[in-house]
């Protein structure tokens, strides 16, 4: 029976179906309906560069910010845009207002270099694209903000690390996907990078705090971490609550040692960390400090 089993095919996988919407250049379409050119330099390449947010009752969340730092990526890889973030401003709005009956949606906007030569080199005149995904947000459940994760350090090295392009936020994601899988097999919620001197550095797709004597400690940008949006909105709304900021390298054993941990997303906020490497950190559950900063930064949400 089993070298019957070993002749027959392999089950067909189902189709995966795009949900939600997808701007292209401005044109709004079905998500299954959306193309781009196989010669496009994002597909080859990775040659794009990109931003995630979600809407809180139907407003984009920090559209402005994520706009802006998308507008800094793009020109520190020499892009030399057409258009400006009016624009794509509008191209965002238009989708989000498609169709209000999805309730909150998860956006994706891309800058992509476009169709070109098989070269590596930006020697020519680029058609450049702009690819607004849209679908609806799937959040955490609010009983693993109670709850906590856990997450495991690894020292694979992130694409773009240590180099001219450390903080950009290119589409060129393979070592950040294959870390969180690696990890996510192990029973982790997050991956979380180590330097080659052994610092933290960020989550596959998060920054890092953590709490030790009243303080909140984040590696500095220096590292080459991105300069996430959230992680920026977290430290006001700690200086709003009179906590004090460090921002300062940080190994291993500080987080192994933390009164309190968490990561930060535009779609997770603030997540609690509870577990590093399989060892319970923060007496196994979110702490205060964790708790009162997230309520203050979801109130500056609400703002």
């Known amino acids: 029976m089993n070298a019957l089993k070993k002749n027959l095919p392999n089950s067909p996988k189902p189709k995966l179906i795009p949900e939600g919407l997808v701007s292209i250049d401005g044109q709004i379409m079905p998500a299954d309906h959306a193309q781009v050119s196989a010669l496009d ?6 040659d794009s560069v990109f931003e995630v947010l979600r809407t809180y ?26 258009f400006n973030i009016q624009v794509l401003r509008t191209e965002v709005l238009a989708l989000i207002q498609a169709n209000r009956e999805d309730g909150d949606v998860y956006l994706r906007v891309v800058i992509t270099r476009g169709p070109g030569p098989l070269s590596l080199s930006l020697d020519t005149d680029f058609a450049y694209s702009r690819i607004i995904l849209r679908a609806p947000v799937k959040v955490p459940d ?20 240590a180099t001219s392009i450390a903080g950009v936020k290119s589409s060129n994601y393979l070592g950040n996907l294959l870390a969180a899988t690696e990890v996510k097999e192990n029973g982790h919620h997050e991956a979380v990078f180590l330097s080659e001197e052994g610092m933290l550095l960020e989550g596959s797709s998060s920054n890092v705090f953590i709490i030790k004597n009243g303080v909140l400690r984040t590696p500095p940008l220096s590292t080459g971490i991105l300069p996430g949006i959230t992680r920026t909105m977290l430290i006001e709304a700690a200086r709003d609550l009179g906590v004090p900021v460090s921002e300062q390298p940080l190994y291993p054993q500080d987080i192994y040692t933390a009164d309190e941990a968490f990561i930060t997303s535009s779609v997770r906020e603030v997540f609690p960390v509870v577990a590093v490497d ?26």
Do not use: C, W
């Not at 330099?41 to 990775?46: E, I």
């Not at 009983?143 to 694409?159: F, H, M, N, Q, T």
């Not at 399989?278 to 609400?302: N, S, V």
């Open 41 to 46: 330099r994002g597909f080859l390449y990775g």
């Open 278 to 303: 399989g060892l319970g950190i923060a007496q196994g559950k979110p702490g205060p400090f964790t708790r009162r900063l997230h309520a203050r930064y979801r109130q500056k949400l609400r703002k």
């Open 57 to 82: 009752d139907g407003a984009p969340h920090f559209l402005e910010q994520h706009l802006e730092r998308l507008f800094r990526s793009a020109s520190r890889v020499h892009m030399n845009l057409p």
């Open 142 to 161: 609010e009983a693993a903000y109670e709850k906590g994760i856990s997450v495991a350090l690894v020292s694979a090295r992130r694409y773009g690390a």
